[in-house]
């Protein structure tokens, strides 16, 4: 960085910081130096001198956005549970809510310098989310305008999303904005799960299907829940305490939604961790032993094909000199969401290749493809024959 952007972003950095009693638990000469040191970033394009956290860093978790007057802590990573005979009462002392986990990725939204805006996981302003929330939470002005507090913590799913490429069975087309928290800044808490749903329902926000209460003494009614979303391919479940006095948070998936992502994450394999993929299959038998789903011929051919069924195609391109891609599909409301998309992508150094954009009925089409040299040259240097000692 400039030595002269960096001198800006640090004057704009200290009014943040006497602005916000919560930054003020740290000393000021470590937050400018954490900024020196990259770990917090200046967030281009907002009316407001904005920052996020790229790490947890003293106590500030990861994806943390920071403004004048406004300090919105990072998404909380869930616990997961591998078993719920023993898992659900250790967390949980009372009745709870299973909400139905949505897989899709996780917004903030936010009214910040009287403009509402989607922030990911990592704190980055979403440009999609940012430009699709009117279709589907029209009065979230309305919402803001009474809590301007509030943040809604929802999952952006469906077919047509730019980032992942799983998503509810049940969606077909588009997206959908899935409502499951509402983060209260001013104590920095979530709402309680009947709070939340009353506002959900009175300002028209889609939710994920919600069951329960449920008692952790009572498993059967939960361990239906699941049979049916294994029958169906959905992800699983978040497990809400109805109040905080009877327990903690805690997620868990079913085993198809294993399958489906060592399905999705095969042909990356030499890039990815190969805890990922251990994971996956330690998840995926112990849910299927304890929901006695069975371990017969259609598990295998189901776990068989999804690892496997389309390396053929995909060693075929390679061999061409083709690289391995993944095409997404999207819809947006505004030329500029789309640019923006394209900067984001830049700054995340992906790389994309545009293969379609057109107007249809009010909205921008476009198609792109993500394309991944490293996993690309993971395959190819095999199939040009080069040696290896493994
Ligand atoms: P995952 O569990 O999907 O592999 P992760 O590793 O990011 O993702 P966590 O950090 O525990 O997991 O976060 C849980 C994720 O589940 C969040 O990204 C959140 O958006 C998503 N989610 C989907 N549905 C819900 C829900 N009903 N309640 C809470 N979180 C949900």
């Excluded at 956005?65 to 919105?72: E, L, N, Q, S």
């Excluded at 990072?74 to 009372?94: C, S």
């Excluded at 394999?269 to 929901?291: A, F, K, N, Q």
């Amino acid at each position: 960085m400039l030595e002269k952007e960096l001198v800006r972003q640090k004057e704009l950095l200290e009014e943040v910081y006497r602005s916000s009693p919560r930054l003020q638990k740290v000393a000021l000469k470590d937050l400018l130096e954490a900024l020196e040191q990259g770990k917090i970033l200046y967030i281009e394009g907002l009316s407001l001198p904005a920052f996020r956290f790229k790490r947890d860093w003293r106590g500030i978790p990861a994806g943390t956005v920071v403004a004048p007057g406004f300090y919105m802590p990072g998404f909380p990573h869930i616990p997961r549970v591998f078993v719920l005979r023993t898992g659900v009462p250790r967390y949980l002392r009372g009745p709870f809510y299973a909400e139905e986990k949505i897989e899709g990725y996780n917004v903030r939204l936010a009214r910040l310098g009287g403009e509402i805006k989607a922030f990911t996981r990592r704190g980055f302003v979403c440009p999609f989310a940012t430009d699709r929330w009117p279709d589907f939470l029209p009065r979230l002005p309305d919402f803001f305008d009474k809590f301007p507090q509030y943040v809604v913590c929802c999952e952006v799913a469906g077919p047509e999303n730019p980032f992942v490429s799983e998503w509810p069975p049940y969606i077909k087309e588009d997206v959908g904005f899935f409502c499951f928290d509402i983060l209260d800044l001013a104590s920095e808490r979530f709402l309680p799960p009947e709070e939340k749903y009353a506002l959900f329902e009175e300002f028209g926000f889609q939710s994920p299907e919600i069951n329960g209460p449920l008692s952790p003494k009572k498993l059967e009614p939960l361990k239906e829940i699941l049979r049916r979303y294994e029958a169906e391919g959905r992800e699983g479940v978040v497990l809400k305490p109805v109040s905080p006095r009877f327990g903690r948070v805690i997620k868990y998936v079913t085993a198809i939604s294993n399958v489906s992502d060592l399905k999705v994450a095969f042909p990356y394999i030499g890039e990815l961790d190969p805890s990922y993929v251990v994971h996956r299959l330690v998840r995926m038998v112990i849910t299927r032993w304890e929901l006695e789903e069975g371990f017969d011929e259609d598990f295998y051919r189901q776990v068989g094909e999804a690892l496997f069924a389309e390396m053929p195609a995909l060693l075929d391109r390679i061999s061409r000199g083709l690289p391995v891609e993944e095409v997404f599909r999207v819809r947006l409301r505004r030329e500029e969401s789309f640019e923006a998309l394209l900067s984001h992508f830049r700054l995340a150094q992906v790389r994309i290749e545009i293969r379609q954009k057109e107007w249809r009925s009010g909205y921008l089409h476009v198609e792109f493809a993500k394309i991944y040299p490293k996993a690309t040259s993971f395959w190819a240097s095999k199939l040009q024959g080069l040696a290896q000692i493994d």
